[in-house]
């Protein structure tokens, strides 16, 4: 009995490693085209936002569904980000495995650390930027609480792809087919 449940262990963990790799290659894909969606929905809402912030426009309809589609974009990579995290990313599974060793080996250290933080926290700038904006009352104020906290996100963002030149690239391409 015991043996049977051992070996149905083994052969499930052995199918899951067989879908893993697929799964990964579909959501790391997923994950690397999203990022064009945000990069021009960042720069859709920054020119939106800082124009009608320092011309005294009104808050149209179209930067509301700018926003709105933004943020989801960035829920969408977060989800997709931490799925590669905590489950189907060789390269954080490596990190993980020796996290000392992996603080000393830039590509590990930066998708166990930095990737992970600043893309958080970007995404976390993007929401804080929504939720201010639709609190405030006046439109001026709308547009001046998506310009400041969106360029924070695209700081964030734009910085961390680019410090690994990420920003039009992939790891494989940047790195040899890590
Ligand atoms: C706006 C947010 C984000 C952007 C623009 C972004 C962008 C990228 C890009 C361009 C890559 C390289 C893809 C490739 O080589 O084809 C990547 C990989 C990765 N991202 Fe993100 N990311 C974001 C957020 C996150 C978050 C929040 C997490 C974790 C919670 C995450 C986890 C990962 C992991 C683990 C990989 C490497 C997967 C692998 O090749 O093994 N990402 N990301």
């Known amino acids: 009995m015991v043996v049977g449940t051992m070996a149905d262990l083994a052969t499930f963990a052995t199918l899951l490693s067989k879908l893993l790799k697929p799964m990964h290659q579909i959501i790391n894909n997923i994950h690397s085209y999203n990022r064009y969606l945000i990069l021009v929905a960042l720069v859709f809402v920054l020119y939106r936002s800082w124009t009608g912030w320092k011309g005294n426009k009104p808050f149209e309809k179209s930067d509301n569904t700018a926003s709105v589609a933004l943020l989801g974009l960035a829920h969408l990579q977060l989800l997709l980000g931490l799925i590669q995290y905590f489950g189907t990313s060789t390269i954080v599974q490596s ?57 924070a996100a695209t700081l964030l963002i734009v910085g961390g792809l680019a410090m690994k030149g990420l920003l039009f690239s992939t790891v494989a391409a940047v790195n040899g087919g890590m």
């Open 95 to 151: 990190a993980m495995a020796d996290m000392g060793a992996a603080m000393k080996t830039p590509w590990l250290r930066y998708f166990a650390v930095e990737h992970l933080m600043m893309m958080i926290l970007g995404i976390a700038c993007i929401q804080v930027g929504r939720t201010l904006s639709k609190k405030a009352t006046d439109d001026n104020s709308k547009h001046r609480k998506l310009a400041i906290w969106t360029s």
